[in-house]
T-cell receptor, first 115, second 114 residues
Framework: GAGVSQSPSNKVTEKGKDVELRCDPISGHTALYWYRQSLGQGLEFLIY????????KSGLPSDRFSAERTGGSVSTLTIQRTQQEDSAVYLCASSQDSHTQETQYFGPGTRLLVL | AQSVAQPEDQVNVAEGNPLTVKCTYSVSGNPYLFWYVQYPNRGLQFLLK??????LVKGSYGFEAEFNKSQTSFHLKKPSALVSDSALYFCAVRGNTGFQKLVFGTGTRLLVSP
């Protein structure tokens, strides 16, 4: 069956440019999550959506980061004015709902490199 | 706030031998515990979870984990390791009230030698 998909798989950009990362969750999953995986720093929670609402944005590192979700499906994570420290793998996950016992299923990630 | 510790950066085991990857946690209230595996250049794959009930949880690919409340541990085990089990393993925990984010450990690299 279809899992979580992310695009692009790799993105190289220049410092100062804006980037958009896309996530397609598993069909029917109402909850969607974004994480960042940096070398040597494990997985860092960024934001989650229940439906189209983002109740918890506390993990976004700065106001350069924003995310939206439309139609309760696809989500976009936007990083404005990228910095070299933004280089990381950005992982998206989805679950049936945001109840804490639900399993999150992850996509393959977008590897972002800021030069 | 919840936290997870994976005390070993790397675990080395010979193929056919049993393996254990350690995880301890801290959370308010009862925990929901998860194990994920990550192969190179891939996302995280779910292995198993503990929600309630039997302390021994069985998951994918022959892995199992034992929840120990008194020791706040959730160690991952497999009776007989395969070379193909070599990967990065993450333990994660959430609290069971309201919305609580999934908090991951720093990961343990498992290397199974032929």
């Amino acid at each position: 069956g279809a899992g979580v998909s992310q695009s692009p798989s790799n993105k190289v950009t220049e410092k100062g440019k804006d980037v958009e990362l896309r996530c397609d969750p598993i069909s029917g999953h109402t909850a969607l999550y974004w994480y960042r995986q940096s070398l040597g720093q494990g997985l860092e929670f960024l934001i989650y959506f229940q439906g189209n609402s983002a109740p918890d944005k506390s993990g976004l590192p700065s106001d350069r980061f924003s995310a939206e979700r439309t139609g309760g499906s696809v989500s976009t994570l936007t990083i404005q004015r990228t910095q070299q420290e933004d280089s990381a793998v950005y992982l998206c996950a989805s679950s049936q709902d945001s109840h804490t016992q639900e399993t999150q299923y992850f996509g393959p990630g977008t590897r972002l490199l800021v030069l | 706030a919840q936290s997870v510790a994976q005390p070993e950066d790397q675990v080395n085991v010979a193929e056919g031998n049993p393996l254990t990857v350690k995880c301890t946690y801290s959370v308010s209230g009862n925990p929901y515990l998860f194990w994920y595996v990550q192969y190179p250049n891939r996302g995280l794959q779910f292995l198993l979870k503990y929600i309630t009930g039997d302390n021994l949880v069985k998951g994918s690919y022959g892995f199992e984990a034992e929840f120990n409340k008194s020791q706040t541990s959730f160690h991952l085990k497999k009776p007989s390791a395969l070379v193909s089990d070599s990967a990065l393993y993450f333990c994660a925990v959430r609290g069971n009230t309201g919305f609580q984010k999934l908090v991951f450990g720093t990961g343990t690299r498992l290397l199974v030698s032929p």
